[in-house]
């Protein structure tokens, strides 16, 4: 991680452009994504990073003969990636905290656990994330006393991948100061208890609160550092902008800092963090736009029901593999109600977490009732994931203008469960990118990172193979539902764009845009699918000027 922080802050610092300069970028091949000029050969851009130009070579250079020449060799240019749902700040903690992402049971996390406590003083939180039960030879829930004895004073508190359900040790447990025994629930969550109604250790959805709010705070300075190391893996991977979901106010100040000393590598285009302050603060002031062009919030999250992998995700019938439970409502429709109208009143744009098909119908009824009449204007109100979707609900997606804003390494993570998940039937709606597509419906993509991966070549891979890193199953699981590569470099450039209303300045690259691009070894349009994953990114630009190279 070193290496890769030095090498993002010598090119994000390197000497800006001399003012009034021009500069054309020639490769062997540059996609556009603009169907006026799909492909060419070399394109301008001047010191502010607009783009002027897109043509070949020879006719650029005659247009600006003093021009700077920047020629990026056998190579191929495409514009910028734009995650459309991440998260920043859980990213940079990765490397802050404890990363459990991929250990393949429970015995692999104490070791990690064990390794990482040694660098704490005595007395601290040992704080993680990346559990998933699903990976384990047991594939069950783990409880306290799978920690307490390797940790019986320290606190321990680790999310699960999804960031849907949190595993405490006893020790952890001690810091409530409430009762934690007996039968009650939090609505919209679950507390996971042993047969004499004590809890386990597993909190899931809304009952994890309960353990957050004894969590230690979060200052300013960790903030901004969580938020500084999640960009730099952010570009490094080809990320020139990403849609932050759910954000609270103080965490918009810190990337407010960052952007006002020149700090931000990236386009950052925040969502608050539900109808709380921040959504207020939206209400009360409009629409932020940072000076910068790298921050802006316009946008709501929130949250209709849990996750599929801890069977929080609301459905309409019960799970095929949990008879009698139908999943978690984490805002009531009262509440649901409530926040689309406010967003609505104020302007902002309604992103909700949806994941259920009891879920995304209560989040599309939503939709509906607050929008009114202008439901068929350009609200370009979203559903985030749209993972599991009745066949009536599935074309209200396009029938209403909602964007889908989906994650294509959803589909190969959860392929070896989610079907145990909810049945044969229900299968056939989930996942759904090309009916999304075909029915007319917008589809952005992103990686829900630090649940999944950072990286968006594993998306491009995963939309257009839908098999896992080994090509299985062969041929792709629910096959019908692939996309094409153009299709899934769209998802991640053009539609992430439209789905942050920034289609006229980012998305594609075109005379008048922002000059957001990356620079690949490979073409990602001409090379076999199974190649998508290990595309070499040799660069990644943003206003024209390097934020990422890659070490010779």
């Not at 859980?90 to 459990?100: I, P, R, Y």
């Not at 759904?432 to 589809?443: K, M, T, V």
């Amino acid at each position: 991680m070193q290496k890769l922080v030095g090498a993002l802050l010598l090119s994000f610092a390197s000497a800006p452009l001399l003012a009034g300069s021009v500069t054309v970028l020639s490769a062997h091949r540059i996609h556009t994504m603009d169907r006026a000029q799909p492909q060419v050969t070399a394109l301008a851009y001047d010191d502010t990073g607009k783009l002027l130009a897109l043509g070949d070579i020879k006719t650029l250079q005659a247009r600006y003969p003093k021009a700077e020449r920047l020629d990026v060799g056998p190579a191929t240019v495409i514009p910028g990636l734009i995650d459309a749902h991440g998260h920043v700040l859980g990213l940079g903690m990765t490397f802050m905290q404890v990363n459990l992402d991929g250990s393949t049971s429970k015995q692999e996390i104490l070791g990690k656990l064990k390794v990482f406590e040694k660098t704490l003083p005595e007395g601290e939180w040992l704080i993680g994330r990346g559990w998933d039960q699903n990976r384990w030879p047991e594939k069950v829930f783990p409880t306290a006393a799978d920690l307490d004895a390797a940790f019986p004073n320290r606190p321990v508190w680790l999310r699960r991948v999804d960031g849907h359900a949190g595993w405490a040790n006893s020790s952890a447990m001690k810091r409530v100061q409430r009762d934690l025994n007996g039968t009650w629930q939090p609505e919209g969550g679950v507390v996971r208890r042993d047969a004499k109604g004590n809890p386990n250790g597993v909190f899931i959805d809304n009952a994890m609160d309960i353990m957050e709010a004894v969590l230690p705070p979060m200052d300013d300075a960790m903030r901004e550092k969580a938020l500084t190391l999640g960009m730099q893996a952010a570009v490094a991977n080809g990320l020139t902008g990403a849609h932050d979901a759910s954000i609270p106010l103080e965490e918009l100040r810190a990337y407010q800092r960052l952007a006002d000393r020149g700090q931000m590598p990236m386009r950052i285009y925040a969502m608050a963090n539900g109808d709380g302050e921040a959504l207020e603060w939206l209400c009360q002031n409009g629409l932020y736009h940072h000076p910068s062009g790298r921050l802006q919030m316009r946008a709501v999250k929130l949250f209709a029901d849990g996750a599929l992998g801890s069977r929080g995700a609301a459905m309409l019938e019960d799970y095929s593999d949990d008879h009698g439970n139908r999943g978690l409502l984490v805002t009531t429709p009262e509440a649901m109600a409530a926040a689309t109208e406010k967003a609505h009143r104020c302007g902002v744009q309604a992103a909700t977490h949806a994941i259920g098909d009891r879920g995304n119908r209560m989040t599309l009824d939503a939709y509906a009732k607050a929008l009114g009449p202008d439901v068929q204007g350009d609200h370009r109100w979203r559903i985030e994931h749209a993972q599991i979707l009745s066949p009536e609900d599935l074309p209200r997606l396009a029938q209403m203008h909602v964007i889908a804003s989906m994650q294509p390494t959803h589909a190969t993570s959860d392929m070896g469960w989610a079907e145990d998940r909810v049945g044969a039937k229900r299968i056939v709606g989930a996942y759904a990118w090309r009916q999304l597509r075909d029915s007319g419906a917008h589809l952005a993509f992103g990686s829900d990172f630090p649940v999944e991966s950072v990286n968006p070549r594993l998306g491009l891979y995963s939309a257009v193979t839908r098999s896992d890193a080994q090509g299985l199953p062969a041929g792709g699981w629910y096959p019908d539902e692939k996309l094409t590569a153009f299709e899934a470099l769209r998802g991640f450039t053009l539609e992430a764009a439209y789905a942050g209303f920034a289609e006229n300045e980012i998305g594609s690259l075109s005379p008048g845009k922002r000059a957001d691009f990356v620079v690949l070894a490979e073409d990602p349009l001409a090379e076999p699918a199974k190649t998508l994953r290990s595309l070499t990114i040799k660069a990644t630009y943003v206003d024209g000027k390097p934020v990422f190279k890659a070490q010779p």
